[in-house]
């Protein structure tokens, strides 16, 4: 078999188990030796069929964020650039998300603090301020956000 069909048929046994960006995609066949030819023949090749999209992979890669690990925009955007997304995808990725969500991070941060807070329920109010600002601020949310998001729980008991 030709070196560049063993690189596709490589290239699609990965994609058919999980998704993957084309930077990700390139390293992995990279590693497994394959010429830099047969790799971008078969990256072009799988873009041109729509079975590599940075912009769908994006997607899907901020829904998982923001449902089974939430963090900030700021964290997820830098995550989706360590893994070779362009900055016009991760615009894009984010419009399309914003669009379906029809929430904005105070949002995300409040019901993030609001899971956090019940495991301090035990320590005093302060100690719970400072841990759950701690938290957030780890997951990336800006001061502004943070503040909205402890105001809101202030007012809520």
């Known amino acids: 078999m030709e070196k560049d069909k063993l690189a ?3 290239a ?44 769908r992979y994006a997607k899907s890669w901020i829904k998982d964020r923001l449902n089974f690990n939430p963090k900030s925009k700021f964290l997820i955007n830098r995550e989706l650039k360590q893994k070779g ?3 016009s995808d991760i ?15 105070t949002e995300i941060a409040l019901n993030l603090a609001k899971r ?9 109010k302060e100690t719970q301020k400072r841990r759950l600002a701690s938290f957030l601020a780890r997951r990336g949310y800006s001061y502004e956000i943070i503040k909205k998001s402890l105001a809101i729980l202030d007012n809520q008991d």
């Open 91 to 105: 615009t894009l990725a984010w419009q399309d998300i914003e669009q379906e969500l029809d929430t904005d991070e």
């Open 85 to 87: 997304i362009s900055p």
């Open 116 to 124: 956090k807070i019940q495991t301090l329920k035990s320590l005093p």
């Open 12 to 55: 699609l046994n990965m994609i058919k188990r999980r998704w993957y960006s084309a930077h990700d995609l390139q390293l992995k066949l990279e590693k497994k030796d394959f010429e830099e030819a047969d790799i971008q023949k078969a990256i072009v090749f799988l873009k041109n069929k729509k079975m590599l999209d940075d912009v």
């Open 8 to 10: 596709l048929t490589s």
